[in-house]
């Protein structure tokens, strides 16, 4: 089952350059912890974000040295706060989905590929 492949991780990716996390980003968040707590949440800012730091040939180039194992995590990413040319690159490179709604956790495990309605194939 498909289920059984995903990692049990949550990534928030804010790009919103000097600023904090806005408040109601952190109550959505919270929503996912409250309703996944066997999860592993985590907060990726432009300091930790490999998107912010590395070009997209790097990516691509670490992309290709996962195992196929790897290569399956899917990671959440708010679209809102990705820069056009990196949903391009993201898009073009790895695959993905993308909406720029974003609404709490649903109820059912399933939501996590759509709650930040957007997902991408990405690298650690």
């Not at 959505?28 to 730091?53: A, F, H, V």
């Not at 993905?96 to 059912?108: F, M, N, V, Y």
Request: hydrophobic share 35%; with cysteine.
């Amino acid at each position: 089952m498909i289920m059984n492949r995903i990692p049990k991780i949550i990534h928030l990716i804010w790009s919103g350059i000097d600023e904090p996390l806005p408040d109601h980003f952190k109550t959505l968040g919270s929503t996912w912890q409250r309703d996944y707590p066997d999860w592993e949440y985590i907060l990726l800012d432009k300091r930790s974000c490999i998107m912010n730091t590395a070009s997209p040939s790097k990516l691509v180039s670490l992309y290709q040295e996962l195992d196929d194992g790897d290569k399956s995590e899917i990671y959440l990413i708010p679209a809102k706060y990705i820069s056009p040319f990196d949903q391009y690159q993201f898009k073009r490179f790895f695959g993905g989905k993308r909406s720029d709604d974003l609404e709490h956790c649903l109820d059912e495990a399933y939501a996590v590929h759509y709650s930040f309605n957007t997902w991408v194939r990405a690298v650690r």
